[in-house]
């Protein structure tokens, strides 16, 4: 299953080598999401492996990057515990501009705004809301 996301890129961390034949880089992206008049801030760790631990050197902290990744799990024993412990990763595979042109196309796509602006209700971007409703409880019917 592949995902994408677009945010603005916070932190690029070195590359480190895990194993022999291991090798991973992280980075961490911020997303901004709009519900009911609130912002909604997140904040995602990600990680290239092997061969792709360099494609986040073109990018600069603060640049609106669109990343494609996939879910990867897994589980092992804890040796000191004997419990079933279990790892979820985001594996990006391609990160590329948010703001680069389309294929075909001379405009440049509109990058989502990841600016401090002040919410509906007198909240502001970096205060916690008092109510996060999901998806599924938002009420959007017209009657």
């Known amino acids: 299953m592949s995902l994408e996301v677009t945010g ?10 895990v194993s022999e034949k291991f090798k991973k880089r992280e980075f961490v992206i911020e997303l901004a999401e709009e519900i009911n008049g609130n912002i909604y801030t997140n904040f995602a760790k990600l ?5 792709k631990c360099d494609i ?4 600069n902290t603060g640049d609106v990057v669109k990343v494609s990744f996939n879910i990867k799990g897994n589980s092992y024993v804890d040796k000191k515990d004997g ?7 985001l ?3 391609r990160v590329e501009s948010a703001t680069a042109a389309a294929p075909g196309n001379s405009a440049p796509q509109q990058a989502p705004s990841y600016a401090a602006q002040p919410a509906a209700g007198g909240n ?3 205060a916690a809301p008092a109510y996060n ?4 409880t938002i009420d959007d019917l017209p009657f």
């Open 83 to 89: 419990q079933t412990k279990y790892i979820t990763n």
């Open 56 to 59: 986040i050197d073109r990018f």
């Open 124 to 126: 502001n971007y970096n």
């Open 8 to 17: 603005k890129l916070l932190v690029k961390y070195d590359s480190l080598q």
């Open 133 to 136: 409703p999901s998806p599924e």
């Open 47 to 51: 990680q290239l492996v092997q061969n």
């Open 91 to 93: 594996d990006a595979w």
